[in-house]
C-alpha cells in the first residue's frame, strides 16, 4: 500500500522560475513507494519505456513521448512494471499568479498530445541544458509562458474548481497554510485543530497520513527552510532564528542540523 507525502517547493535556482530534472529513470523494483502532492503544477514527459501515472485514484497510462499534466493538490505517483524514464517540470505556483494563471484555483487536462506543446516543452529541455546561451533565462521564460498561455487558452477544464477531495484533505491543507503564516510565532497544536475545525487526535492522525510529517515536523521543518532564507539574505543567525519562532539558540542549532543536514553557519554568505 502506498503511503503519502506533501513536498514544498519554495525556492527555485538560477533565477528560473520553475525546476527541471531531465532523465529520470524507475522501474518495477525502485520506483518510490510513496505518492506525493504538493500546489504546484507538475509536468512529467516520458522519454522512454512505458508506465502509467496515478492521478488521485485514476491511473493513466504513460508511454514515450506522453506528457501527463498534474494538477494543483492532486495526489499522484509515478509506476511501472518494467521501465520507463522522463523528464520532470516543477512550476513556480508564484510566478504562475504573477502572469494571471493561477494554478489552484484553475484545473487543466492531464494528458497532453499537441505537438506544438510538446515542441515548447522539448524547447525548454534544450535550452536548459545549453549553459553557455547568455539569453538562457530569458529563453526559458519565454518558453515557460508560452506553454502556461496554451494551457490557460486550450485546455482549462473549469475555473474556480476545488480539487479537495474530502474534509480531511481540507483540514491539512488548511493546517499548512496556517504553519506557513504563523510559523514565526509559538504554535499550538489545540490552536492548530481549532483553525481546521477538527479535534486535535484526528487532525494529527490524518496529517501524518496525507504528508508522512507529524504536525510538530512540518512546523520545525518549514521554520528551518524559512532560517535558511533569512540567513542567505544576510540577517545573522540569531535574528534568523527568533524570526523564525526560536526562542533558544542551542535547540534552534540542533534542529536546523536535524532538518537542514549541516550547521546554519554554513549557509553564511562569505563577503
Known sequence: ????????????YNNLPFRLTPDIEITSSSYSHEANWHENLELQLCTAGQGSVMLDEKSIPFCKN?????NSNVIHHTN???I?????????????????????????????????????FKALIVTYKNTE?????????E??????????ENYTLSENVCTVKN????????????????????????????NAF?????????????????????????????????????????????LCGFTNMSFFTKIFKLYMGKMPSKYKTKK
Open 1 to 12: 500500500m502506498l503511503g503519502t507525502r506533501y513536498e514544498e517547493y519554495s525556492q527555485y
Open 133 to 141: 546561451d547568455v539569453c538562457r533565462i530569458a529563453k526559458l521564460t
Open 198 to 242: 477538527m479535534d486535535k487526535y484526528t487532525l494529527s492522525r490524518e496529517f501524518k497520513k496525507l504528508t508522512g510529517q507529524t504536525i510538530v515536523q512540518y512546523i520545525n521543518s518549514y521554520r528551518c527552510k524559512k532560517a535558511t532564507e533569512y540567513i542567505v539574505s544576510g540577517c545573522s543567525i540569531s535574528e534568523s532564528a527568533r
Open 167 to 194: 474534509r480531511t484533505f481540507d483540514a491539512v491543507k488548511c493546517t499548512i497554510k496556517f504553519i506557513r503564516t504563523n510559523y514565526e510565532r509559538k504554535i499550538s497544536l489545540d490552536e492548530v485543530a481549532k
Open 66 to 70: 506522453d506528457i501527463i499534466l498534474i
Open 84 to 120: 520507463i524514464r522522463y523528464t520532470c517540470l516543477i512550476i513556480d505556483t508564484q510566478f504562475c499568479k504573477s502572469i494571471g494563471i493561477d494554478p489552484i484555483t484553475l484545473q487543466f487536462c492531464t494528458k497532453h498530445t499537441s505537438i506544438s506543446f510538446f515542441n515548447s
Open 143 to 152: 518558453i515557460l509562458i508560452k506553454m502556461l498561455i496554451e494551457l490557460r
Open 80 to 82: 511501472t512494471t518494467g
